[in-house]
C-alpha cells in the first residue's frame, strides 16, 4: 500500500510539472498602483534547473491571449523545444510600452524593464543574468522591445524587433491613429528620449544583440527599419537585419517571430 501510494505521489508531482506550461497571472506594479495581467510559459520544469527567459510584447491593439492564439500558436511547444521561459504582459492596448509624461498609470518601461523582471528573477526559475534573458515585440512593440531593452542593457542581453515601428517622426498619421499622442503627446514636443534613434549611440557600447526584420510589403514601416538598420551600421552597431516577403499582417510576424526566438536559443546556448 506504501508503495502505491509513493508511486501515485510521484505520477501526481510529474503531472503538475507537466501542467506548468501556460500560467495565467496578474502581477502588481508598484509604480502604475494597479495589476497588470501576463501570462508565463514554461517547459516541463526540471529540479534545480534554470532556463534563460525572454519577454515578449504585442502590437497594438493585441493582449497576451492573443499571442498564443495567432501571433505565436506554437510558443507552448517552443518553450519546451527551446527550454526556455516565456513571459507575456499585457501592453493595455496601446501604451506603446513607455513611460508616459501624462497617464500616471501607464509607465510600462519601468513595469516591464524593472518591475516584471525582479517579479520573474524571484518567482519562477530563470536565469538572472543579461546573458539568458531577451526582449521581442512586433509593430508597437518592437518599438517597445528596443527602447526598454536598450535602456535597461544591464538587464536584456538579446533585443529583437519585428516590423517595428522605430520613427515616430516618420509615422504621419499613424501617430495619432495608433494613439501614440495619447501617451506621449503632440509629436512637435515629444521629449527625445522617446526617440528609438537617440538610442544607437548607446546601442554601440551596450554589450548586446540585436535582430531587426520587417517585410518588404509594410509599406508603414519597411522604410523606416531600412533607414533605422542604415544609421546603425553607419555607427558600426553589430546587429543582424532581414527583409522578406509580407506585410503588417500576423503570417508575416508568426513567422519572422519564430526565426527571432530561434536565434535567440542560440544566443543563449553560446
Known amino acids: 500500500m506504501k508503495k502505491l501510494i509513493k508511486i501515485l505521489f510521484v505520477l501526481t ?6 501542467a506548468q506550461k501556460i500560467i495565467h497571472q496578474e502581477i502588481f506594479s508598484p509604480k502604475m498602483n494597479k495589476k497588470i495581467k501576463t501570462i508565463i510559459i514554461t517547459p516541463n520544469v526540471q529540479k534545480n534547473t534554470l532556463y534563460p527567459s525572454v519577454y515578449i510584447l504585442h502590437g497594438f491593439s493585441g493582449n497576451p491571449d492573443r499571442i498564443i492564439k ?21 501592453g493595455n492596448y496601446s ?19 524593472k518591475e516584471l523582471v525582479e517579479f520573474i528573477d524571484k518567482n519562477y526559475p530563470v ?6 534573458r531577451g526582449i ?13 531593452g536598450v535602456t535597461y542593457n544591464k ?30 503627446g ?4 515629444i ?57 503588417h499582417v500576423p503570417e508575416y510576424w508568426s513567422r519572422s517571430l519564430s526565426e527571432q526566438l530561434s536565434l535567440f536559443d542560440r544566443f543563449f546556448k553560446q
Open 95 to 113: 501604451s506603446w510600452y513607455v513611460d508616459s509624461p501624462f497617464v500616471k498609470d501607464s509607465q510600462y518601461q519601468t513595469f516591464i524593464g
Open 70 to 90: 495567432q501571433d505565436i500558436p506554437d510558443l507552448v511547444k517552443k518553450a519546451q523545444e527551446y527550454k526556455t521561459i516565456y513571459i507575456l504582459p499585457d
Open 13 to 18: 508531482a510529474c503531472i503538475q510539472l507537466s
Open 191 to 247: 521629449s527625445p528620449d522617446f526617440l528609438t534613434d537617440n538610442k544607437i549611440k548607446l546601442m554601440a557600447a551596450a554589450g548586446q544583440q540585436y535582430i531587426f526584420d520587417c517585410g518588404t510589403e509594410d509599406t508603414q514601416m519597411i522604410q523606416m527599419n531600412r533607414n533605422f538598420h542604415k544609421k546603425l551600421t553607419e555607427a558600426k552597431v553589430q546587429h543582424v537585419y532581414a527583409e522578406s516577403l509580407g506585410g
Open 155 to 184: 538587464t536584456f542581453g538579446m533585443v529583437g524587433s519585428s516590423c517595428g515601428a522605430l520613427d515616430l517622426t516618420s509615422f504621419g498619421e499613424g501617430y495619432q491613429k495608433y494613439m501614440v499622442n495619447k501617451v506621449l
Open 186 to 189: 503632440p509629436l512637435e514636443s
Open 136 to 148: 521581442l515585440g512586433w509593430s508597437m512593440g518592437g518599438y517597445g522591445a528596443t527602447n526598454i
Open 127 to 132: 536565469k538572472a543574468d543579461k546573458k539568458y
